[in-house]
C-alpha cells in the first residue's frame, strides 16, 4: 500500500493545473509562482542559457540555487519544465550532476526534450536527468539514500499532500553536511477546508501553503537543524474571489535553509567565532547564511554554537574557518530568528512590503526579471 494515503485528488488536481490549465507563467492568478526579486548575475547569467521552451514554462516563487556548488550532487524537487536544473547544472559542471523529479508528464517532456539543445550551449554533456516519480517517495523514484549534497524546490513542496513526507524523504536523501535550500509559500494561520481544497487555490500553490509555526516544528522533529531564513516577503492574492475565500489570512513566499548536521546542543551558551573566506564565486566580498548571520571577508564573526556547526560541518565548511573563542556577545541569539518571529516584527513596523527583508515574490501581480 502506497504511503501517501488517499492523495489522488490532489495529485489530479495538481496534475491538471500544471499539464493542461496553464499554457505559460501568464496564466496565473497571484504572485504566489512568479519570481520578482532579480537573481544574481551568475543565476541570470545561467538562465540566459536555457532554452525558451523551457523558461516559458516556470512556475518557481524564488532563486533558490545557492552559490558555490560546483562538483555537487543536486536534487530538484518537483523540478516541472526543468529550468532549475538547468542553472544548477550549469552551476555544478561537468564533475557534478543534477537530478530533477516530477509527476506531470507534459512538464516532464519539455524538460528531456531540451537536455540535447543544451548540451551544445554547455560544449559538454552535463550530468542531467529528469525522473517520473512523487516528491514523496524519492527512494521509489530511484533516489538513493545519503547520495545527494543539496536539494532544491521552487514552490513545489506546498503542493503535497504530505509534507512530512517530503521532508523526511529529503532528509534521507541528504549526505551528512547536505542541505534542502527552498522557496515556498506559507502562511500566518491555520487554514480551513475550503481553501485547501479548491483547485485554482490549492493550483496557485496558496491553498497547500503551510503554517509557518508548524513547518519549522516539523523540520525540527524530522532532524533538520534549526530552520534559517535567507528571505521572506508578502504575497498578492490579487483575483477578488479568491480574496474573499482566503479572508484575512496572510501568505509569504520565504527561502528556508534546512541542513542535515548535528548542531551539538544548539541551545548551549557558548562563544565562536567565524570567519569567511571569500571563495565562493559571486560572494567574493561577503556571504549571507541567512537574515542574521552575514559575513564579510576576512572578518572574524562571533556565531552561536547552531551557526559554528552548520559553517563547520555542513557542505559550506570549505569557505569557513571556525574556532572558539574567549569574546563574549551578550546580544548574539542562540538559535536563528523564525519566520513568525520576523513576519511579526515586520507588522510591528509597519513594513509589510517586499523590500524590507528581500524576497522572491512580487505584492503586484507584475511578473519581475528572474524569468
Known amino acids: 500500500m502506497s504511503l501517501l494515503g488517499n492523495s489522488d485528488d490532489i495529485y489530479s488536481s495538481v496534475k491538471d493545473y500544471y499539464g493542461k490549465v496553464l499554457a505559460s ?18 543565476i541570470r547569467k545561467a538562465i540566459q542559457s536555457v532554452p525558451n521552451a523551457v523558461n516559458d514554462k516556470f512556475y518557481g516563487c524564488g532563486n533558490p540555487i545557492p552559490l558555490g556548488i560546483k562538483g555537487k550532487d543536486v536534487l530538484d524537487l518537483g523540478s516541472g519544465s526543468g529550468r532549475d536544473c538547468y542553472v544548477a547544472s550549469a552551476l555544478v559542471g561537468p564533475e557534478g550532476s543534477v537530478t530533477g523529479i516530477d509527476m506531470t508528464d507534459e512538464q516532464l517532456q519539455t524538460a528531456r526534450e531540451c537536455i540535447g539543445e543544451f548540451e551544445q550551449i554547455l560544449g559538454y554533456a552535463p550530468k542531467l536527468r529528469f525522473v517520473t516519480g512523487y516528491i514523496e517517495e524519492l527512494q521509489k523514484a530511484g533516489i538513493e539514500p545519503s547520495t545527494i549534497d543539496v536539494c532544491i524546490s521552487n514552490c513545489v513542496i506546498n503542493l503535497s499532500p504530505n509534507k512530512k513526507l517530503v521532508l ?18 506559507y502562511a500566518d494561520a491555520q487554514l480551513p477546508d475550503s481553501v485547501r481544497k479548491h483547485d485554482v487555490l490549492l493550483g496557485e500553490c496558496i491553498g497547500g501553503a503551510l503554517y509557518i509555526k508548524e513547518f519549522e516544528e516539523m523540520a525540527r522533529e524530522i532532524g533538520f537543524a534549526h530552520p534559517r531564513v535567507l528571505s521572506i516577503s508578502p504575497i498578492a492574492v490579487n483575483d477578488k474571489e479568491l480574496q474573499a475565500l482566503v479572508g484575512n489570512t496572510k501568505f509569504y513566499s520565504i527561502t528556508y535553509r534546512l541542513f542535515k548536521i548535528d548542531e551539538h546542543d544548539a541551545t548551549k551558551e557558548s562563544n565562536f567565532e567565524a570567519t ?10 561577503r556571504y549571507e547564511l ?18 559554528a556547526a552548520i559553517l563547520s560541518s555542513s557542505w559550506l565548511s570549505g569557505f569557513f574557518t571556525v574556532g572558539e573563542t574567549s569574546n563574549s556577545d551578550s546580544g548574539l541569539a542562540a538559535l536563528p530568528s523564525s519566520a513568525e518571529t520576523l513576519i511579526n516584527q515586520l507588522r510591528r513596523l509597519g513594513q509589510q512590503n517586499s523590500s524590507a527583508l528581500g524576497g522572491c515574490c512580487s ?4 511578473q519581475g526579471g528572474c524569468c
Do not use: M, W
Not at 507563467?25 to 551568475?42: E, W
Not at 541567512?290 to 551557526?307: L, W
Not at 505584492?363 to 507584475?366: D, K, V
Open 290 to 307: 541567512d537574515i542574521d548571520n552575514v559575513f564579510e571577508k576576512g572578518i572574524p564573526e562571533t556565531v552561536s554554537r547552531s551557526t
Open 363 to 366: 505584492t503586484g501581480g507584475t
Open 276 to 285: 569567511y573566506l571569500g571563495t565562493i564565486e559571486g560572494h567574493e566580498d
Open 168 to 185: 523526511a524523504g529529503v532528509h534521507q536523501a541528504l549526505r551528512t553536511g547536505g542541505e534542502l535550500y527552498f522557496s515556498d509559500v
Open 25 to 42: 507563467s501568464k496564466d496565473l492568478k497571484t504572485s504566489a509562482c512568479t519570481a520578482a526579486a532579480a537573481p544574481h548575475p551568475i
